[in-house]
């Protein structure tokens, strides 16, 4: 009597590790998430105006994006430390042009509540001290 097929894999699979061990036993992977200059330039801003922004690209796509543009003049960090804040400035603004001349397709209203939530996401790092890079 031949093995089923289900039968088979398991064996096939414990052929494969001479260990006889899984292969994702004490295997660490470490996953670090590469940003384009735009998603970078999103600034680390204090918790309640990330939410405002939020609620702002909400309901009108751009406008807390736009926002936040003026609160990396005010000081707020990005991931793009090596460049000059008015660079970064400009970055936000484009994003939030962006986010306005493609919200007729709607594709900029989704853009830009996913851009106001990262700026939570990034909001609640900075509150809880958890370091820049992931």
Same mark, same amino acid.
């Given at each position: 009597?031949?093995?089923?097929?289900?039968d088979a894999?398991?064996?096939?699979?414990?052929?494969?590790?001479?260990? $006889?061990?899984?292969? *994702?036993?004490?295997? +660490?992977?470490?996953?670090?998430?590469?940003?384009? !200059?735009? #998603?970078?330039?999103?600034?680390?801003?204090?918790?309640?105006?990330?939410?405002?922004?939020?609620?702002?690209?909400?309901?009108?796509?751009?406008? $807390?994006?736009?926002? *936040?543009?003026?609160? +990396?003049?005010?000081?707020?960090?990005?991931?793009? !430390?090596? #460049?000059?804040?008015?660079?970064?400035?400009?970055?936000?603004i484009a994003?939030?042009?962006?986010?306005?001349?493609?919200?007729?397709?709607?594709? $900029?209203?989704?853009? *830009?509540?996913?851009?106001?939530?990262?700026?939570?996401?990034?909001?609640?790092?900075?509150?809880?001290?958890?370091?820049?890079?992931?």
């Amino acid at each position: 009597m031949e093995p089923s097929h289900k039968d088979a894999e398991p064996a096939a699979a414990a052929a494969a590790d001479p260990r $006889g061990a899984s292969s *994702s036993s004490g295997v +660490v992977v470490q996953v670090r998430e590469k940003k384009g !200059p735009l #998603r970078a330039a999103i600034p680390y801003m204090p918790f309640p105006v990330a939410v405002i922004c939020l609620f702002l690209n909400t309901f009108v796509p751009g406008l $807390g994006t736009f926002v *936040s543009a003026f609160t +990396v003049l005010c000081g707020a960090r990005t991931d793009l !430390p090596d #460049r000059h804040v008015c660079c970064v400035f400009w970055l936000n603004i484009a994003a939030a042009l962006i986010q306005v001349l493609t919200a007729i397709v709607m594709v $900029g209203w989704v853009m *830009s509540i996913f851009w106001g939530m990262d700026m939570v996401i990034l909001a609640r790092y900075k509150e809880q001290g958890i370091p820049q890079q992931l």
